[in-house]
């Protein structure tokens, strides 16, 4: 069986390092994602709860 050469070895080691540090963001960004469009929907609802009591009567 051929060995791989040692650049290439290394290359395959960063690579899959880079992979998982890509996907350990990735669910962090999706986190805040989620928070920020939960936070969003609560302020726009709050804010159309107070334009409709206010311009209701």
């Known amino acids: ?10 290359a ?8 998982q540090w890509g996907r350990r963001r ?6 805040f994602l989620l ?3 939960c936070y969003g929907t609560g302020t726009g609802t709050a804010g ?3 334009w409709w009591f206010e311009h209701r009567s």
Do not use: D, E, W
């Open 48 to 50: 159309l709860i107070f």
């Open 35 to 37: 928070r920020g469009v």
């Open 12 to 19: 395959a080691i960063q690579s899959n390092r880079l992979y």
């Open 26 to 31: 990735r669910r962090v960004a999706a986190h």
């Open 1 to 10: 069986m051929k060995r791989k050469p040692l650049h290439a070895l290394i």
